[in-house]
């Protein structure tokens, strides 16, 4: 049984079985010759925690395959709300589907519930843990602009700390390396030292940085995550890109957003050919998500 709980339970060669699988999705879906081939499976989209994007492609994916899901969006209205705890949660759900994602607000929950379901489970955000799914569809399009890493420079900019995407996203970049990695946060937000290595430049300025990124990855300050607003208030606008930031950028950069964004990336900037964030991460969400549950489903 296949859990993805961390970007260390995928193997490089089943990211790019994913990553093939993903293309074939894509282009499959644009000729609407998608099979249904997971007809008769159920997936549970179990969210503790708001979301649009990691919510709406999940299930999304699972429909455009054929498949069926009980989605729980706000456990408001479920048996939590009743004290149940997570593992008779995820216990319970085992025995109705043959899958469940989870997001929640407790970095290690996606473990637990892993040891606690007789189905596979996959992460959807654990806390200040991980985000796997969000980081192979981050990395999936990477890999569509720029099919070798070893020449590029990616620069994650935004709260390192909290942010669970890049702590997903770094972890993949273990497995392909880009040529550097320059890690830009305001000194409270950054990466935690368990997942940088010596190779890695940390600063505070964005400036420092602009001029040879081939990948910008803009995060959102994680405003849940802080215990008072006035620690919040200090570091939410440390960032903001703008046309004129754009100025300083590769013309063959691409600028990426894990979103929701909130102050981080001004309007302006949707338009610009090398901000893909609107214009191909979400549907790249879609079709790897896709690769993931067919993969899970029928391997
Ligand atoms: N949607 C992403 C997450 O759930 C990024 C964010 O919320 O800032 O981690």
Redesign the pocket.
Known sequence: MKHIVRIGDVSKGEIEQLFTSARNMRDLLAKNTLSRRLEGKILTALFYEP?S??FGSFIAAMQRLGGGVIPIQGVAYSSVAKGETLEDTIATFSKLSDAIVLRHPQEGAAAIAAKASSVPVINA?DGVGE?PT?ALLDLFTIRDHFEDLSNITVTLVGDLLY???VHSLLQLFGLFPPKKIILVSPDALRMPESLVAPTMHQTNQLDEALGETDVLYV??V?KERFEDPASYDAVKDSFHITKETLEKVKPTAIIMH???RVNEIALEVDADSRAVYLREQIANGLYVRMAILDYIFTQ
Request: no cysteine; net charge positive; charged share 20%.
């Open positions: 979301s994007r990691t955000g985000h969000q942010g669970r995407t995060t959102r994680q894990p979103f929701p």
